[in-house]
């Protein structure tokens, strides 16, 4: 872990990947998500190694000067996908919390949507096979995994006020057990599956999680 940054949270710890030249130009975003959803969709089934910005720039369907010009090397590229997989995690708590469901209601929605995103967004599978493949890569990420456990810290604890969790169960160490067992699933169902059984997966797995934790 000696390359991660020293950084909690869902924030980018490198400005310079996170905006490229000429981002007033509706055009020149567009393109800059073309190249990122590409590398990371590459990123997703290669890893790192196996990923040439070359490769990124073919599928795009533009030259590699074309994609140097959005992300200056493959490792400004690397960093970007896994910030902008990120990004998504806000996104999805807002929409849950806007449905105003009970706090470990809530934790379940959120999971199951995060479970969905791990199925089928390429951003969300890049950016965390990329999180596992830390160590080859020459910048540092952002932290992992800290943002959801203080995250879902904080909604157990809600839970837990709520009467909701069963006698003995500590919020913070049932939001480390999930993160770790998420992560862990999500990670077994690529290396077996590509993630083709990650939902019946995710779905043993919640009920086991929630049984043993709901009141
Ligand atoms: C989340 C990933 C992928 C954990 O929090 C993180 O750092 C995460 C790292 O790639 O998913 C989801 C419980």
């Known amino acids: 872990m000696s390359k991660q940054a ?12 996170s905006q490229g030249p ?7 975003l567009r393109t800059r998500a073309l190249v990122l959803n590409c590398a990371a969709e590459i990123f997703a089934d290669k890893g ?7 490769d990124v720039a073919a599928k795009a369907g533009m030259t590699k000067g074309a994609v140097y010009f959005h992300f200056p090397s493959k490792d400004i590229l690397t960093v970007a ?3 902008e ?13 806007a449905r105003k469901l009970s706090p470990l209601d809530t934790v379940v929605a959120l999971l199951d949507l ?35 456990i203080n995250l879902l810290t904080q909604l157990l604890e809600e839970a837990d006020e709520a009467g909701q969790l069963r006698a003995g169960v500590t919020p913070a160490a049932a939001a480390r057990a999930i993160v770790g067992a998420f992560f862990g699933m ?4 690529e290396t077996v599956s590509q993630r083709a059984d990650l939902p019946a997966r995710w779905s043993e797995m919640r009920e086991l999680l929630f049984y043993s934790i709901r009141a």
Do not use: C, K
């Open 6 to 17: 020293p950084v909690v949270g869902w924030e980018p710890t490198n400005p310079r990947t």
């Open 22 to 28: 000429e981002l007033h130009q509706d055009r020149a």
């Open 48 to 54: 790192y190694r196996g990923t040439s910005i070359q």
């Open 81 to 83: 996908v896994v910030e």
């Open 85 to 97: 997989h990120y990004t998504r995690w806000p996104v999805m708590l807002e929409s849950v919390r």
């Open 114 to 148: 995060v479970a969905e995103a791990f199925h089928t967004d390429v951003v969300v599978r890049g950016g965390a096979r990329l999180q596992i493949e830390h160590a080859l890569i020459g910048l540092p990420l952002p932290t992992p995994y800290v943002g959801w």
């Open 186 to 189: 999500q990670h077994v169902s």
